[in-house]
């Protein structure tokens, strides 16, 4: 898989192994809304969607919170994770201010070089080095990648339509 991606058209450097359909997600630690470390384990048994952004305080990255927070409703044993390496006080306020009760945010905050680089979003250059990149991947209940897309342009959504028809 390419790991290609631009910002506003410039390329950025991105390190890390992208998962790929059909492997076995890494395992990670992030935090949750209470500042409590969980890890795939803490969602055993359920799809998960992971929608992983820069920060949710963008435009972009807080339209794929609010978009998948009106899809997952519809989701069955499904949990969208929404993660960025944004402080959990931020994700509970944007969340508290939207209305976003569907998904769960999870921080990178703690472990963000780690998360980053076991799943290949890790910005190792331009004006947002140290972030993750915008990407989204679908894992179903044995953690096995079903769908994986490293958005190109960190500037634009990705395919919801993609990622949401392997939950079908």
């Known amino acids: 898989m390419s790991?290609?991606?631009t910002l506003k058209g410039g390329p950025v450097k991105i390190g890390g192994t992208f998962p790929?359909?059909?492997q076995t997600a890494p395992n990670f630690k992030l935090a949750d809304k209470a500042r409590n470390d969980v890890t795939l384990e803490n969602f055993a048994?359920?799809?998960k969607v992971l929608n992983i952004f820069p920060s949710i305080d963008t435009p972009t990255c807080a339209t794929s919170v609010r978009t998948f927070n009106q899809s997952a409703a519809k989701l069955n044993n499904t949990v969208v994770l929404c993660i960025s390496a944004d402080l959990p006080f931020a994700q509970n306020r944007f969340c508290a201010a939207e209305g976003i009760e569907q998904v769960s945010t999870l921080s990178a905050?703690?472990?963000l070089s780690e998360f980053a680089h076991s799943y290949?979003?890790?910005i190792e250059d331009?004006?947002?080095?140290g972030l993750t990149t915008r990407a989204v991947i679908v894992l179903d209940e044995n953690n096995r990648v079903l769908h994986s897309e490293l958005v190109?342009?960190?500037?634009?959504e990705p395919n919801y339509s993609?990622?949401?028809a392997v939950l079908q």
Do not use: D, M, Q
């Open 3 to 5: 790991n290609n991606v």
């Open 20 to 22: 790929e359909k059909g």
């Open 45 to 47: 048994g359920l799809r």
């Open 109 to 111: 905050f703690r472990h």
């Open 120 to 122: 290949g979003v890790a």
């Open 126 to 129: 331009t004006s947002l080095a």
């Open 152 to 156: 190109s342009e960190i500037t634009s």
């Open 162 to 164: 993609a990622a949401l």
